[in-house]
């Protein structure tokens, strides 16, 4: 399993030929001597993401186990030196093999030392290496990131997203069928018309994923169908999530993504999972398949009180951490009533927008506002006779509150830009995470509506409460997700189980059934083993990692302020990297991927510590 990754610094740039071996010409040799945007780069593909190694004239890079190599990848079919990439000064790229078990090969047969083109493959171990040049005349982005970098760039694009109020898209991108070639050949081409800021990384096998900022949903849509077709790929499609329309945490984006992926064609090539009239809310009719698998006595508790109040009409507060399950629970009830016939339409009160969020719980009048061109039905209108439900409720503005409230004494609503009353026959079922008596204090949340709505309270466990359904909820996962993409996956051996089941799952079920589905893109026999999990959860797991982490950042305090979650979050990526290396700082700096001496001041300004070290004053 790949570890850990380190980059070498600047050189070269952009050009991309075939797979044939042969010497760079002098038109080409001297295009990279005199472009001062100009890299060439070595494109480092391992079995969960990739990464970009940049190339000096005159200077060997060496890849290899050990720490002492130029890029370091804990990957057992590398040898600790294993082989070498020079670019000289007339523009050629050599690699060499440098005494190695498992040998260097290149098209096919194995070398010793041999010149390169660009565009073309080497590999060594189960490590595949592909040699290119870039610009950044185009405004491309600079590298590729591991899955795990990825991530990391993708909680901290959320948080920045929330605190600014600002749009973030999210994409998964693979080759429709199983005729389209691996994500290495066209990862440069596709780099090229990404812009700086956006990130992209090797999220499977045959499937990249990119984080795009400052777009939403409809702005991605356009922006990924132009690159794809601005490289020539039609057998390229994308699935399209942004924040706050499809969630609000990484997991989130990553299943809408997903889902939206598997459902593009050749003729919809980019695929995003429309709200149905506004954004975050979606309807449904009940199924009478399936069930909630669990035998965790909590959550038994929790279904047996949802039963026994199916027929009746009371208000129901679920209360438990994202992605632990409130909307499926909230879905049984809705299976389990009277009103099973009529649809249960979920609301996501965090995803829609301030200014609209009477007009869509409640309706619009033609003219109510700019844009209202016709008169609009609201969620309320729309679930007649069925469950309305309001996740996040505690997202709800001061406004919305007090619109909200009068519905539930009055069973009536009143559409935007109208006076008349209408009765509406709907069962309220709301959920949230927050703490709402704590935010009644604080002034954020009405205490009438509190009341109201807490008839009748139910809290939901979070997975790591259910030890016990860890494993039965992990084959279900398992068999749903390959029903759906025909992959040939029987079972979970019991050593990643057993990882499974001591993961503390800070996302819940959402996080376990996306950690399911990637390991189903990288599994390459019948099982899903150890190495197919992600590399977050398997250190978190290991015996020897536990308490010396931070706290997790989905239990972070409500009330701190952004630049103290922001610190808190990089302390705990820095923690786990230095505790990874044994403290070797220069190790931990190669795996990150930053210069030493920021890891040092880093180090010095978070006042992080090695365990029984005698602490460091910090510097602010």
């Known amino acids: 399993m790949v570890m850990s990754v380190a980059r070498r610094s600047d050189g070269g740039m952009v050009k991309n030929s075939g797979d044939q071996t042969e010497r760079t010409s002098p038109e080409e040799a001297a295009e990279l001597r005199q472009s001062p945007f100009a890299r060439v780069t070595v494109l480092l593909y391992q079995r969960d993401g990739a990464t970009t190694v940049y190339l000096r004239a005159g200077v060997p890079v060496v890849i290899g186990r050990d720490a002492a190599a ?162 020539g790929s039609p057998g390229l499609v994308c699935g399209v999530a942004s924040s706050p329309v499809s969630g609000r945490s990484a997991d989130e984006l990553v299943e809408a993504a997903r889902n939206a992926m598997l459902r593009a064609d050749s003729t919809t090539r980019v695929v995003s999972i429309p709200a149905e009239g506004a954004a975050g809310v979606r309807s449904s009719v009940a199924s009478r398949s399936g069930g909630i698998l669990t035998e965790n006595p909590a959550m038994r508790a929790a279904i047996q009180t949802l039963e026994r109040a199916a027929k009746s009409t009371i208000p129901v507060l679920l209360i438990g951490e994202t992605g632990s399950g409130k909307e499926v629970l909230a879905r049984h009830l809705h299976q389990a009533s009277n009103r099973r016939d009529a649809p249960m339409i979920s609301v996501n009160c965090g995803a829609i927008p301030e200014t609209l969020v009477e007009s869509t719980l409640f309706g619009h009048e033609r003219g109510a506002f700019t844009g209202a061109s016709q008169q609009q039905n609201g969620v309320f209108a729309a679930a007649s006779g069925g469950i309305v439900f309001l996740d996040e409720v505690g997202e709800l503005p001061a406004a919305a509150q007090a619109a909200l409230l009068r519905v539930l004494e009055t069973k009536k609503i009143v559409r935007v830009g109208s006076t008349k009353e209408l009765s509406v026959d709907v069962r309220i079922v709301a959920a949230t995470h927050r703490d709402l008596t704590a935010m009644v204090r604080d002034g954020r949340f009405r205490q009438d509506l509190l009341y109201r709505l807490n008839a009748l309270v139910v809290t939901v466990p979070s997975l790591r409460e259910r030890p016990e359904d860890i494993a039965p909820l992990s084959r279900r996962l398992l068999a749903e997700a390959t029903a759906e993409t025909g992959a040939p996956i029987d079972d979970i051996e019991p050593d990643a189980l057993a990882l499974l089941r001591r993961y503390r799952w800070p996302g819940n079920v959402r996080e376990l059934k996306n950690a399911i589905e990637r390991a189903l893109v990288l599994a390459d026999g019948r099982t899903i083993r150890v190495e197919d999990l992600p590399m977050d959860l398997v250190a978190a797991g290991c015996p020897d990692a536990s308490d010396e982490a931070g706290t997790p950042i989905a239990e972070v305090g409500e009330n701190e302020d952004f630049r103290t979650r922001v610190d808190r979050f990089e302390a705990e990526i820095l923690s786990e990297a230095l505790r990874r290396a044994d403290w070797n700082q220069r190790v931990a700096a190669r795996r990150l991927g930053l210069p030493l001496r920021t890891l040092v001041y880093k180090i010095r300004v978070l006042n992080l510590r090695r365990p029984n070290a005698v602490p460091v004053r910090p510097s602010r």
Request: aromatic share 6%; with cysteine.
């Open 70 to 231: 130029d890029v370091c990848l804990d990957d057992r079919s590398l040898s600790r030196k294993h082989a070498s990439f020079l670019l000289s000064e007339d523009g050629s790229v050599t690699i060499e093999d440098l005494g190695s078990t498992n040998g260097t090969w290149v098209g096919g047969r194995r070398v010793t030392k041999q010149t390169i083109a660009f565009g073309a493959e080497a590999a060594f171990g189960s490590v595949i290496a592909s040699v290119h040049t870039t610009t950044r005349a185009d405004g491309g982005s600079s590298s590729i990131l591991g899955h795990e970098q990825l991530r990391m760039v993708l909680d901290a694009e959320l948080v920045r997203a929330r605190f600014f109020g600002r749009p973030l898209g999210f994409a998964l991108m693979r080759p429709l069928g199983n005729d389209g070639a691996p994500p290495r050949k066209w990862i440069p081409l596709i780099q090229q018309r990404l812009r700086p800021v956006d990130q992209v990384a090797v999220y499977g096998r045959d499937t990249l994923e990119l984080v795009i900022p400052e777009m939403d949903e409809a702005q991605a849509q356009r922006f990924l169908l132009a690159v794809i077709d601005g490289i």
